[in-house]
């Protein structure tokens, strides 16, 4: 898991990297800005169940994905940008628990309602 989370971390800094095309997150605008914050979502969700994955393996991504959820929910409310952050780590997680063959948590859709 530790190694997939490893390639999963860098393709999504690389896709991170690419829509920011170099230049700082702080002076990206418009849509540049969402697509950014849409891939520094993942790589943060990505990290934090990397984190918990050293603590204890089975609940890691279900406790990740809990506090992403309660944490950062209200940025569903804040604009756009913020949004693409916070599905971004919603994705994430969709991701790796059909990676690592557990079932589905809800649509973004879902989580927004």
């Given at each position: 898991?530790q190694c997939q989370l490893d390639t ?95 079932p589905p948590r809800g649509t973004m859709t879902e989580l927004m309602e």
């Open positions: 898991m999963i971390i860098a393709q999504s800094l690389d896709a991170l990297t690419s829509a920011a095309s170099g230049d700082s997150l702080f002076t990206l605008k418009g849509v540049c800005v969402q697509a950014a914050k849409y891939h520094e979502g993942q790589v943060v969700f990505a990290k934090k169940v990397k984190k918990a994955l050293a603590k204890d393996s089975a609940p890691a991504l279900e406790s990740v994905r809990r506090q992403w959820q309660h944490e950062k929910s209200d940025l569903l409310s804040a604009d756009p940008a913020w949004k693409s952050y916070f599905t971004g780590g919603v994705d994430m997680g969709e991701q790796l628990s059909r990676m690592w063959g557990e």
